[in-house]
């Protein structure tokens, strides 16, 4: 065993955990041109060499170690380089795309994470079936946003805002002006609505009450979305999507919209 006395000098003399190569560069320029013997020597000639060559000439600190910066790329940003995804990254891409991420978050995260690697002309060889493939995937997401998007959606209430008393039938463009309100841009030939109509107005019946349509992403995702309806003039609780079990305008959606994103009941305060 080491005594306290052997070990603790090598702890002194250790870096510490926390530090890290950098990989930079730094361009110096001298500020006085040194005293060289012989002509035929670089005049970037440093450090012992130069001591070598001119022996006989007493180095003066103050004036011939004199430096200025030309260049540092300690701070200089670093462009984004080619990797190429070997799963589903969210938000960035499905397995098999080749991406620009930052140098940083390669290494930190794609990288340790085996979600990505190099995009080498060695890897591309390498992994060639799985850029071939990715069009083949059924399974694979449309595009690198789609389901950010699949899960936004499934996430959002759509307010229908329906007049109180002209007769209506919810069509796909109240959907769509609904779902704009949110801030999505969805199509009409996009939105799959029930197969029973739904009529009013009709205040008592459907009121602050839910239906589900469906929306397709890019041809290929399809994901549930939760609609309710608000007649115009309506009264309407500044809490109305907590303070109440949803309630389903169509019996044939109460599972559906059982298994939905809801957000919980909150309880009412006692005065």
Known sequence: M?????LCPLIK?????QRQQQRNT???KRVNKPYL???WVNPLVVGPALKRINADYELHPDKDFLYEVVKNTENDKMDDIEVLLLKHVKGLGVAGDIVKVRPGIFRHHLYLKREATYASPENLELYKDLIENKQRDINAPSSALSPITVEKLS???AVLELSSTQPWTVEPWH???????????VPEYAIKMPETPITGPDVEGKQDKDFAVFITINKNEQVAVRCTIHHIGAFVHDNWKTRAVRVPILAEQKELLESMFSYPVEEEEEE
């Open 2 to 6: 080491l005594s306290r006395r052997l």
């Open 13 to 17: 003399c250790c870096p510490p955990l």
């Open 26 to 28: 730094w361009i110096l």
């Open 37 to 39: 013997k012989k002509s």
């Open 155 to 157: 996430k959002t209430y």
């Open 175 to 185: 959907v769509r002006i609904a779902l704009r309100n949110e801030g999505f841009i």
